[in-house]
């Protein structure tokens, strides 16, 4: 009997190339790993005044829609600002 300590199997040793994919990795060669992947927008941090009971209303609806406080910020803004445009 050998005594070398095991050290198990080494998955990487056998060829995974019918069996596993690995599309969850993302590329490190600049170029996408599919066709699907969305611009990045860019965002930057903004503070404002609120009254107390609107931050309240917005934090319950987002909660209900198992959406992010400023996610939703974002949509209504985006929805007043569209709105405001398309009136003037």
Do not use: W
């Given at each position: 009997?050998?005594?070398?300590?095991?050290?198990?199997?080494?998955?990487?040793?056998?060829?995974?190339?019918?069996?596993?994919?690995?599309?969850?990795?993302?590329?490190?060669?600049?170029?996408?790993?599919?066709?699907?992947?969305?611009?990045?927008?860019?965002?930057?941090?903004?503070?404002?005044?609120?009254?107390?009971?609107?931050?309240?209303?917005?934090?319950?609806?987002?909660?209900?829609?198992?959406k992010s406080y400023?996610?939703?910020?974002?949509?209504?803004?985006k929805e007043g600002?569209?709105?405001?445009?398309?009136?003037?």
């Open positions: 009997m050998s005594k070398k300590t095991s050290l198990g199997h080494n998955p990487l040793a056998y060829s995974l190339n019918n069996h596993a994919s690995f599309d969850f990795i993302k590329s490190t060669d600049g170029k996408p790993v599919n066709d699907k992947e969305e611009p990045v927008i860019q965002k930057k941090v903004a503070s404002y005044y609120l009254e107390e009971s609107v931050i309240n209303d917005v934090k319950e609806i987002a909660e209900r829609e198992e400023s996610c939703l910020v974002n949509e209504f803004l600002a569209e709105k405001r445009n398309e009136s003037d």
